[in-house]
Every structure is written in structure tokens, then in C-alpha cells.
């Protein structure tokens, strides 16, 4: 009898094909404790859920985990609903987790502590970093839902308590899951309009569910970064949410908030009264204090003889001008007396006749210059003149001219007989031209005894 072996694989799949096959497997309903919860990149959680007895292996994939609303963590107990299948390539069985919610305290109160310790943790609520609330604000901007009774009594309430600050809405949506961006938006655009003195935030009281919005982490860093103060107007007194805490200052209720951001009316008419009556109590002193200084000035001394005021200063006035005047009078003396001894100096000097001098030496120069020039001239004339005469005798064309000639053999001027032989063609340079000629003979000329 022969025995068929499975492969791995092959068993894991008919293994595999059971779990998915029993209607009490397909969703099942744990509760434990998480232990080693990894959150892993792409967004899976992969976690052990135990308690005193076993422990099995569990993965929650990404799509259901970004539903929650708080972050899994170990050692918190859990509900968990779910499946139970087969991993096949580790070959172990593992519940794949579909919801997860804490057991016996609700997610969004888990969500909440987790988010409130982070922020706190990161400064958010620290007291430093709180902005303080402009007194008497110009320009106040609300933010919440156009509907409600939050947005009346944030109105009503400013209206009232004062009535000359320009109020700004900026609508929002206050509920549900785009909720969170909504606020941040509206809060940005507050912040880039750039004359607002004060913002409120909030809307009027619910669940927890209806509230969550104000405990979203980006909401809580809105209010944070936020270049204006913020007062935080979320549900009644009892409700408290992340946003309270980041916010500048937190009111009980929208109406409490907007009390906050004003000085109330009557107790503002009120201040202006009593500054007003201690100005004029202030002025009715100041008053009787100068009409007494006016009082005494005017029965003082100088007043009562004011030409014995000025007496001593016209005196000065007399001893300057005559001062002033014997200063000139000695400088036009002075200067006067320097002018005469320069004159009786030019005239001793007599420089008009020394000018004559010099312009009959002038002349007598410019005389003795054109002679010597005429001289230098009429011999360099001579000069020429007689190197003109020598050239004209040296010149070969003049001695041409009266029937000489030069002859050539080829370019070599011939200058004797033994240069020359018979029948040989020389060239005769004449005064106006040249001739081609052949030797016929030739006679040596005979030295003279």
C-alpha cells in the first residue's frame, strides 16, 4: 500500500481552508490584554492579545486601524472583533483584528488622556506661551457654527457689555469628522485678515462625540501657533476640552467668553465717570495753584517798576555803540596811515621810467636779432648758390650736352680699350637717348713721350 506525503503547502491551505470554513471563526469577539504593539510603517499594528492563560498573535491592517480614534498601546485592556485565520507562511493561526475599542472605558476618553498627556508634555499648556487678552479690543473675530444658540449669545453678550468693537464671523463647522479641518482653516484665515484683536472659539455643549472636534490634535495646534489670542468657548461649564487647555484664556460658556473678551459697559461708563471727576478736581487744583503764582508774580518788585527792568541793559546798550565806535576810528587811522607809505614808496621807486628803460632795451634787442637773422640768411643763399655751381659742373648730362656719351657693356660702364674686343655690341649713352652699336675695330691710343 503506498502512502501519498502532502507538501507544506498543500497542508497549510486545507489547514487554512478550515479555519475559513467554520461560521464561528469568521467573527469573533475578544477581549485581553495588548502586549508588544508595533505600529509598523505603513500605517498595520501588529500586537499579541493575552491574558493570565494564553496569548495569540494579532494584526489590525491599516485601513481599520486610521478609524481609531485612540492609539493602541500595551498593557491597555481591549475589545477586539474580528476574525481568526491561518498566516500560512509562518504557519501559526492569528486574529486579524476589524475593531478595537478599550474595555470598560470609552475610545474617545482613552483618545483623549493619551492626547492631553502628549500635548502637555510638548508645552502646550504651559503658561508662558499664553497670549494676554487685549483689553479694550477694536475688532473682535467669532468662530463657530452659523446655526445654534452659540453664535446668538456670543453676539447678544457683546452687544451689550460693548457695542463699539467690530465683530467678525467666520463660520465653521463645529461637528463631525470635517469638523477639525474646518476650525483650523477658519482660524488660519483669522489670523491672515491681521487687524483682529481677539478671536473666540467654540459652539454650545453636547457629548463627548458631538465635542470631539475641539480634542483633535490639529485643532489644539492651531490654537497654538495662532498670532491672536484666543479665548476657548466650548459647551458648558462641565465640558473641558484639549482646546481649553491650549487656549489663551477659557471660558465656561460662549457667553462667558464673550464677557471675557470685553470690558463690560457700565462698569466702563463707570470708570470714565470717576476719571472724569478726579480730572476736574485735578484741573480746579491746578487752577487755584497758578492764579496764586499769577498773584505773586504780579505783586512782585520788577512788575511794579518794569523800567528799572530794561535800565541796565540800555546802559550796556550806550557803553557798546561808543566802544564800537572809537574801534573804527582807530582802524580807519591805522589803515589810512599804511596807504600813505605805500604811495611814498611807488613814487620813490619811479617805475614808469624804468619801464621806458626796458622798452628802449627791448627795441634795441629786437633791432640787433633781424640784422644777425639777415646775416645768417644771405650766407646760407651763398652757400647754395655755389653748391648749385658744382653740381651743375659735376652733372654727366651737362657734359653730354656738349657731345659726350657713355658707354656700356651690358650694365658695366666701359672705361678702356682692352674692355672691348671686335665684333662686340655696346651701348651708347646719349643726352637724349641711347644707341645699339658694333665694334668694328679697335685702336689703343699711344702714350705721349
Do not use: C
Not at 497542508?11 to 481552508?17: A, D, E, G, N, S
Not at 461560521?23 to 509598523?40: A, C, D, I, T, W
Not at 591805522?334 to 614808496?345: I, S, Y
Amino acid at each position: 500500500m503506498s502512502i501519498n506525503y502532502l507538501t507544506v503547502q498543500a497542508l497549510t491551505k486545507y489547514i487554512k481552508r478550515k479555519f475559513e470554513a467554520d461560521p464561528y471563526l469568521r467573527e469573533v469577539y475578544v477581549k485581553g490584554e495588548l502586549s508588544n504593539v508595533k505600529v509598523h510603517g505603513t500605517g498595520h499594528i501588529f500586537f499579541t492579545l493575552k491574558d493570565e492563560h494564553a496569548q495569540i498573535q494579532a494584526i489590525m491592517y491599516a485601513s481599520n486601524a486610521k478609524a481609531l480614534p485612540f492609539r493602541p498601546e500595551s498593557g491597555m485592556k481591549v475589545l477586539i472583533r474580528g476574525d481568526i485565520n491561518l498566516y500560512e507562511s509562518a504557519g501559526r493561526y492569528q486574529l486579524y483584528a476589524n475593531d478595537m475599542q478599550p474595555d470598560g472605558v470609552g475610545s474617545l476618553h482613552v483618545a483623549y488622556e493619551q492626547l492631553k498627556k502628549e500635548l502637555s508634555e510638548k508645552g502646550f499648556f504651559n503658561e508662558r506661551f499664553k497670549q494676554p487678552i487685549v483689553k479694550f479690543p477694536n475688532k473682535i473675530g467669532v468662530i463657530t457654527a452659523l446655526t445654534g444658540a452659540a453664535i446668538q449669545d456670543i453676539l447678544s453678550t457683546l452687544q451689550r457689555h460693548y457695542p463699539i468693537a467690530e465683530v467678525v464671523v467666520i463660520p465653521t463647522l463645529v461637528q463631525g469628522k470635517n469638523a477639525a479641518p474646518a476650525i483650523v482653516s477658519a482660524i488660519e484665515r483669522a489670523n491672515r485678515y491681521g487687524n483682529i484683536d481677539t478671536l473666540i472659539v467654540g459652539r454650545g455643549g453636547g457629548s463627548i462625540e458631538d465635542l470631539w472636534a475641539f480634542n483633535e490634535e490639529i485643532v489644539a495646534t492651531a490654537i497654538f501657533e495662532s498670532r491672536i489670542p484666543i479665548i476657548s468657548a466650548v459647551g458648558h461649564e462641565t465640558d473641558t476640552t484639549i482646546a481649553d487647555f491650549v487656549a489663551d484664556l477659557r471660558a465656561p460658556t460662549p457667553t462667558g467668553a464673550a464677557k471675557m473678551a470685553v470690558p463690560d459697559k457700565f462698569e466702563l461708563l463707570q470708570h470714565i465717570h470717576s476719571l472724569k471727576t478726579r480730572l476736574f478736581q485735578q484741573m480746579q487744583a491746578q487752577i487755584k495753584h497758578e492764579r496764586a503764582r499769577l498773584t505773586r508774580v504780579q505783586n512782585a518788585y520788577p512788575l511794579a517798576y518794569p523800567e528799572r527792568l530794561y535800565r541796565p541793559f540800555i546802559d550796556q546798550l550806550l557803553l557798546l555803540d561808543d566802544k564800537l565806535r572809537y574801534t573804527i576810528e582807530q582802524n580807519v587811522k591805522v589803515k589810512q596811515q599804511h596807504l600813505n607809505q605805500l604811495t611814498e614808496r611807488l613814487q620813490t621807486l619811479s617805475p614808469m621810467k624804468d619801464l621806458q628803460f626796458e622798452k628802449k632795451s627791448l627795441a634795441n634787442q629786437q633791432y640787433r636779432m633781424q640784422n644777425a637773422v639777415q646775416q645768417i640768411v644771405q650766407q646760407q643763399q651763398k652757400r647754395f648758390q655755389a653748391t648749385l655751381r658744382t653740381l651743375e659742373v659735376l652733372n654727366p648730362l651737362a657734359i653730354m650736352s656738349r657731345g659726350y656719351s657713355i658707354v656700356y657693356d651690358e650694365q658695366q660702364i666701359v672705361t678702356s680699350i682692352q674692355q672691348v674686343e671686335q665684333g662686340q655690341q655696346l651701348k651708347l649713352k646719349l643726352s637724349d637717348g641711347q644707341a645699339v652699336v658694333k665694334v668694328v675695330a679697335t685702336e689703343k691710343m699711344e702714350e705721349e713721350a
